[in-house]
């Protein structure tokens, strides 16, 4: 069998099984909703692996195997039950449909938008965070002025934009984005951040560079109007506090380390005031 990303689902045109987590108690490897999809030959996404998803996996080739129409509930203490070190309690209902269209039209894959990330500078660290980001459940755009280098690899699940003026495309950017500032000249650099913190819409705004870039452009955006809370939002060095080199792929991955991390603190929050709401 093969391992394979769950958006690709939707393209399976035969029977295919759900197994999702619909309750939880204790240590557990993933949360409650989350889902994987089995058919014959491949799986697509995960419930956290290890012996939990074997036994799972085998159960639901059964459902293939025996026409299983009925739905069926696994009750699995990963402790005691299955050795797994975790310790806590898993509840899978296993579903049965009749194409992967089918199989996620009621998840939050089929109704989610992924967030767009728009990279300006297509240099030697642009190229390496959009290598590394494709499969990461953003949006990837890249920007640059240098066609040379903007085109140099030409991914299918990245857009390409030439722009001589980068900023002055920030308008007509998606609002609540994620933008990264890697350019080739400062000054290109100022004019988009001017530009995003004027347009007043991002989710996360990283800058590469020094502290002391940073504070000198804060300086500037200071004289340009902007407050100081909306200046201080701006990461800059970007990336995860770690020791690395100049290697452009080291860097690579500590930014989109905290993309991520960024990412999924958001979802958090936004999940705790849902809870709240509904109290």
């Not at 310790?87 to 009749?98: P, R």
């Given at each position: 069998m093969k391992f394979k990303k769950i958006n690709q689902v939707k393209d399976y045109k035969k029977d295919?099984?759900?197994?999702?987590?619909?309750?939880?108690?204790?240590?557990?490897?993933?949360?409650?909703?989350?889902?994987?999809?089995?058919?014959?030959?491949?799986?697509?996404?995960?419930?956290?692996?290890?012996?939990?998803?074997?036994?799972?996996?085998?159960?639901?080739?059964?459902?293939?195997?025996?026409?299983?129409?009925?739905?069926?509930?696994?009750?699995?203490?990963?402790?005691?039950?299955?050795?797994?070190?975790?310790?806590?309690?898993?509840?899978?209902?296993?579903?049965?449909?009749?194409?992967?269209?089918?199989?996620?039209?009621?998840?939050?894959?089929?109704t989610n938008i992924n967030q767009n990330l728009f990279i300006f500078g297509a240099g030697h660290i642009g190229q390496a965070i959009i290598l590394k980001s494709i499969d990461l459940n953003f949006n990837v755009h890249l920007i640059d002025s240098r066609k040379n280098l903007l085109f140099m690899n030409e991914y299918k699940d990245v857009d390409y934009i030439f722009a001589q003026q980068p900023w002055q495309l920030i308008r007509n950017l998606s609002p609540n984005s994620y933008y990264l500032i890697l350019t080739h000249n400062h000054d290109y650099d100022f004019k988009i951040i001017n530009e995003i913190l004027s347009y007043k819409s991002f989710e996360f705004l990283g800058l590469i560079g020094s502290k002391t870039k940073k504070n000198r452009f804060s300086s500037r955006l200071r004289n340009?109007?902007?407050?100081?809370?909306?200046?201080?939002?701006?990461?800059?060095?970007?990336?995860?506090?770690?020791?690395?080199?100049?290697?452009?792929?080291?860097?690579?991955?500590?930014?989109?380390?905290?993309?991520?991390?960024?990412?999924?603190?958001?979802?958090?929050?936004?999940?705790?005031?849902?809870?709240?709401?509904?109290?």
């Open positions: 295919i099984v759900k197994a999702k987590i619909i309750h939880t108690e204790g240590s557990v490897p993933r949360e409650t909703g989350d889902f994987m999809l089995i058919n014959a030959k491949d799986i697509f996404g995960s419930i956290g692996g290890g012996h939990l998803e074997f036994l799972v996996i085998n159960k639901a080739k059964d459902f293939l195997k025996y026409k299983i129409k009925k739905n069926q509930i696994l009750n699995i203490p990963l402790g005691p039950g299955i050795g797994q070190c975790c310790g806590g309690y898993v509840q899978i209902e296993l579903s049965h449909y009749i194409n992967g269209e089918e199989s996620i039209i009621a998840e939050k894959i089929y340009n109007g902007h407050h100081q809370n909306l200046i201080n939002l701006i990461e800059c060095p970007v990336g995860l506090n770690i020791k690395h080199n100049k290697e452009p792929n080291e860097i690579a991955i500590s930014i989109i380390a905290k993309l991520i991390d960024h990412r999924n603190n958001l979802n958090i929050k936004n999940s705790k005031i849902k809870k709240e709401a509904n109290v």
